[in-house]
């Protein structure tokens, strides 16, 4: 019986599906380490786990360390070492390598998770990618706008779904972002070139460095735009058609981008842009699976669970490659406002128009406090066989809905 650590610092709903995921693989044993009490997880997990050790930063990798040799010194050896939140990468790798368990290493982890060492290495590859600037003074931020021009994007060198992402338009609003976030040689800040186009977002598994299954997906507007513009309800959609040749070269730069990172057999989620001119141009890669819903919503195109064949993947290194059966999409209900949710209108007439596509649905709760993410108070998820049928649903549930704040 292998014996495989799934690190969940908190219970969120959707790192709960992973670690049950990788809980209920046959012929496992699963110890869950996080900082979160026992009590936290559902019944429905912990029924499968071998052992709860709760530590307190499951984000340390000292911390980390301890907890696992413990539970590699009582079970004979640790299997695999798992988790799917962006900000622990680093950390399981250190660990991974300190414990000789096998899985991608720190200057892998590094690759993916320090976004101006993924450009450099995905320049040094010839692959495309948005001219950029790791930023440790100010003054190096005015030298890439006179590289470069503006509009410019500034972002965390680790940052993960656009949180903390500005756009910057002129020297003024320069200025001030610099003001309020000083760029430091121990705080570096990563500048870009303000990437014009359509973005979508492309999901993939390796094997032995064989690209084995992919997923795209649009996104309606880029999520840049929904973090700028809290009033918009935006969407993802997934198109059913992922094998036309439209997508034939982001296809091959996608593989070539995370086998130029380091990774050999792994799931990893890609944000990349579509450029006026019909180039494409990469933004950023994670060794992980991708937000978004984007899990749930490949789940339901292909009728079987991502999170299953994510598991499959981590511990066996193998994968089911399933078809592609539908278009799906999540259109997310944003409130309009601050404070809390005082009503959702639409509803009634979204159900009749629109209810026999529906498959999931999150709505928003009377009296909820307005969400910091830009996924909003709910959403709803649908699928059809035709992506057109899909897309049109979309912009009918968010012109037809509506949630009020106050």
């Given amino acids: 019986m292998r014996t495989v650590v799934f690190v969940a610092p908190f219970a969120f709903e959707i790192t709960l599906r992973f670690a049950e995921a990788a809980a209920q693989h046959p012929g496992t044993r699963t110890v869950l380490i996080s900082q979160d009490a026992p009590a936290k997880f559902p019944d429905s997990l912990r029924r499968h786990l071998a052992a709860h050790i709760q530590v307190e930063n499951a984000l340390d990798p000292a911390h980390l360390a301890e907890a ?23 950390p399981l790798a250190v660990v991974r ?12 982890a590094t690759n993916f998770r320090d976004k101006a060492t993924m450009k450099d290495v995905l320049h040094k ?3 495309p990618c948005a001219r950029h600037r790791r930023l440790t003074t100010a003054e190096d931020a005015q030298s890439f706008v006179k590289q470069v021009g503006y509009p410019i994007v500034v972002k965390p060198l680790a940052g993960a779904g656009a949180k903390g992402t500005f756009q910057v338009h002129d020297d003024r609003e320069l200025s001030e972002l610099l003001a309020q976030n000083p760029p430091h040689p ?34 309606l507007p880029t999520p840049l735009d929904a973090i700028q513009n809290p009033w918009i309800q935006w969407c993802v959609l ?7 040749p439209h997508y034939d070269d982001i296809r091959a730069s ?3 981008s995370v086998r130029a990172l380091g990774l050999r057999t792994g799931v990893y989620h890609m944000e990349w842009f579509r450029r006026p001119d019909g180039s494409i141009a990469i933004s950023e890669v ?19 669970s991502f999170y299953r064949a994510w598991a499959q993947v981590a511990i066996d290194s193998s994968f089911p490659n399933p078809s592609r059966k539908y278009a799906a999409g999540a259109a997310f209900l944003r409130g309009q406002g601050d404070g809390r949710v005082q009503k959702v209108r639409g509803l009634a007439q979204a159900n009749e128009e629109i209810g026999h596509l529906v498959v999931e649905t999150n709505l928003p709760r009377l009296g909820q406090l307005k969400s910091s993410s830009y996924e909003g108070e709910g ?26 704040m106050g």
């Fill in 238 to 244: 997934l198109p059913r058609e992922i094998d036309h």
């Fill in 379 to 404: 959403f709803v998820v649908i699928r059809h066989p035709e992506t057109a049928v899909v897309k049109k649903a979309l912009n009918r549930l968010i012109s037809l809905i509506r949630v009020e």
């Fill in 125 to 127: 590859a010839g692959l």
């Fill in 68 to 90: 696992v040799a413990a539970v590699a010194e009582r079970s004979g050896g640790v299997h695999r070492l798992l988790g799917t939140l962006e900000q622990l990468q680093v």
């Fill in 286 to 304: 994670g060794a992980r699976p991708g937000g978004a819903q984007i899990s749930r919503l490949m789940s339901y195109a292909h009728d079987f």
């Fill in 97 to 108: 390598e300190k414990l000789g368990i096998e899985g991608i290493d720190a200057q892998v």
């Fill in 254 to 256: 996608s593989a070539d």
């Fill in 186 to 219: 121990q705080r570096p800040l990563l500048a870009e070139e303000f990437m014009q186009g359509d973005e979508f977002s492309f999901d993939g598994v390796l094997v032995d460095g064989k690209q084995v299954w992919h997923s795209l997906t649009h996104y």
